[in-house]
């Protein structure tokens, strides 16, 4: 699968659309992010069973504020809309595979549980 640029518009609809899924913040400026750029795409291309988006902040300032970008890159990772990781930083291909098997190795059912339990007084 190829990576999806996202925006305001279509990110609803990317959460809602994919089970698992990676969003890469990032701004044509920083440095990093172009350091971080083939490495997302590299993974993507490998994982064609996730969904993979990228949102440029200069673009989609409000995208980045209400994921409370603070610093880019930024990396999000969701399941089934739970958001299960969202740091700054440039990962090391091997990082960002590492955590995308940790992804798909949750038990959304205990992490569903979880999130449920912690929402109860």
């Known amino acids: 699968m ?4 996202l925006t305001k518009e279509t990110l609803v609809e990317f959460v809602e659309n994919n089970d698992i899924g990676f969003i890469d913040f990032w ?3 920083c440095g990093p992010c172009r350091f971080f750029a083939p490495i997302f795409e590299n993974v993507a291309e490998r994982h064609p ?3 993979f988006g990228k949102v440029d902040t200069e673009a989609q300032p409000e995208l980045a504020a209400e994921f409370r970008v603070m610093s880019i890159p930024t990396l999000v990772a969701f399941r089934q809309g739970v958001i299960l990781y969202a740091q700054p930083g440039a990962l090391p291909e091997e990082a960002l595979e590492d955590l995308l098997k940790q992804v798909l190795a949750l038990d959304m059912d205990q992490v569903l549980q979880e999130l449920e339990q912690s929402k109860s007084p």
């Not at 190829?2 to 640029?5: F, H």
């Open 2 to 5: 190829s990576v999806s640029t």
């Open 27 to 29: 701004a044509e400026w």
């Open 49 to 51: 069973d996730v969904a």
